[in-house]
């Protein structure tokens, strides 16, 4: 029943806001419609149960406004509508979502908003999942609610805001109990069912090419392992091969973007069988595509790096250089082609300096490791 | 969505706040009930804007330890010495950005003090580390 309910508030609360219910009052609505279904549903689950919390909510939002004093007659007579047919449920899915992901609201706020009221999650499960107390995030989707409500929407809004937020929450990953990056995914397969967007799809295949590697990222320690060092038998063939077939499709449509050459190059490191036979040619000229689309620095970043197996490292540093070199994991880049053309003291320095820049403490370990494996090999530095 | 650590210092290798502050046990009972209560309401300013997460206060003493071999019990250097850097205790903070997490310090730098002016004390302001992300290639 759980199950089932948390499959179906989401589609409540986008028939009731699609009606023109405020969406703090709509959600409001819909989680007392939850409190009545878990009290008496136990007993028996109605014929129909999405009719069934469509038209308590419904009541529920009536109920709010009389006990406001507000003249709602016309809503009145909307909620009076007999429940929806299966054809409604079309748009619902990126109206609900291009709410909860708007601009006004930052992407903390629409992360938390958009897996409450449209992942069924918990507050308190996402507080958990976040590392702040419940009342904190409570405070925070209530907030995000308020911000909302105020706005104008007479249109589903802008997918390019919802995919940055669902890309957001994919890269949360798994924080104890709830794996964020299966919550993208699982909404990102409903948003691509909903639409005929090629970058919805790219974005699902991206999602599903990383999350395929999710088991080689980690050493049985709990260390940080690199693509180029991940144990390939571990990778889920299963699921690189549904992301290829979802890129394969968008790809097709000839509207190319951003998560879509994001999903072809990590198509192409997951098609290696090894790690010397990853078709870096390929990833450069997606790299090339990329960056056409999108002046992101990380992407000139990984581009370099990429050129750097291509051309070779010298290569590699002269587009390194061309790279902003505050940019997060630019020493990490610069220290590995450093060691590729054999200038092992250099590269040592240069981890050293990239561990003491990391931000997470995963990464800074890894970092360290490699100034220390060098260090241990290397010739001794020159006397100060 | 980054945690940062504000950290209030009892004293410190550089001046405490903008101004030479005199200790709290020379302040008058008013004076530190308003200082006391202003920290807790800027804890609830941030539990309603969604982003407080803990806050603790330190006593003023406390020893370091260190090991001292096997079997041998642990070695215990103090109290405090006079000169060194100690904290008073600590707010955490889940804010959008450095800026934001400078402003939350700077809030709390404002506590008043004797004749309820700010004290405008410094706040060390330290960032999380936090979980890689998923996708970095």
């Keep these: 029943m759980d199950d089932l309910l948390r499959a179906l508030m989401p589609q409540v609360l986008a028939v009731l806001v699609r009606r023109g219910t405020d969406f703090a009052a709509a959600e409001d609505a819909v989680q007392d419609a939850l409190i009545e279904a878990m009290r008496r549903w ?35 007579r909307m909620h009076g509508e007999p429940p929806p047919g299966p054809t409604e449920q079309q748009d619902d899915t990126l109206l609900l979502l291009s709410r909860c992901c708007h601009p006004a609201l930052t992407p903390a706020s629409a992360i938390a908003l958009t897996l409450r009221a449209v992942g069924g999650l918990t507050t308190a499960q996402i507080a958990t999942a976040f590392l702040v107390p419940e009342a904190t995030m409570a405070q925070r989707i209530s907030r995000a609610k308020r911000t909302i409500s105020g706005e104008q929407f007479n249109r589903p809004g802008d997918v390019r805001a919802v995919l940055r937020v669902l890309y957001l929450i994919f890269n949360e990953g798994f924080t104890g109990e709830i794996d964020l990056a299966m ?202 | 969505m980054t945690k940062y650590l504000l950290l209030k210092h009892y004293r410190g290798d550089h001046d405490i706040a903008a101004e030479p502050l005199t200790p709290m046990d020379q302040w008058t009972p008013e004076e530190i009930g308003a200082h006391i209560q202003f920290m807790h309401d800027v804890a609830d300013e941030f539990r309603a804007l969604g982003e407080f997460v803990s806050a603790e206060g330190l006593s003023p003493e406390g020893t370091f330890v260190r090991y001292d071999g096997d079997g041998r019990p642990p070695v215990t250097d103090g109290p405090f ?51 890689p992300s998923t996708i970095t290639d």
């Design chain 1, 183 to 384: 919550e993208a995914i699982r909404l990102t397969r409903q948003l691509a069912a909903a639409t005929r967007d090629p970058e919805v799809d790219g974005l699902l295949a991206l999602m599903l090419l990383h999350h395929a590697r999710r088991a080689a990222r980690r050493s049985a320690a709990g260390e940080l392992v690199p693509l180029a060092a991940q144990d390939r038998a571990l990778w889920d063939t299963g699921m690189i091969a549904e992301g290829v077939r979802i890129l394969q499709a968008a790809l097709a449509a000839d509207r190319i973007g951003e998560y879509q050459a994001q999903a072809a190059i990590a198509a192409l490191h997951d098609d290696a069988p090894t790690v010397d036979e990853t078709d870096w040619v390929q990833i450069v000229s997606w790299y090339d595509t990329l960056l056409t689309l999108t002046d992101s620095p990380v992407a000139a970043l990984n581009r370099a790096v990429a050129v750097g197996e291509c051309d070779g490292p010298v290569a590699g540093l002269a587009a390194l250089g061309r790279v902003d070199s505050a940019l997060p994991r630019w020493h990490a880049a610069a220290a590995y082609l450093h060691e590729r053309s054999g200038d092992l003291h250099e590269a040592a320095r240069l981890y050293a300096v990239a561990a003491a820049k990391a931000s997470s403490e995963l990464e800074r370990d890894h970092l360290t490791r490699q100034a220390a494996r060098l260090n241990s090999g290397a010739a001794a530095p020159p006397a100060q």
């Design chain 1, 42 to 76: 136990p007993e028996q689950i109605p014929d129909d149960p999405k009719a069934w919390l469509i038209t308590v909510a419904g009541r529920k939002v009536i109920d709010a406004q009389r006990a406001e004093g507000a003249r709602r007659r016309r809503e009145q």
């Design chain 2, 81 to 131: 010495a006079e000169t060194k850097d100690l904290i008073a205790g600590w707010m955490i903070v889940d804010v959008d950005s450095e800026e934001r997490a400078h402003e939350a310090a700077a809030r709390l730098s404002a506590a008043p003090g004797p004749g309820g002016r700010p004290i405008k004390e410094w706040i060390e302001v330290r960032q999380f580390m936090a979980a």
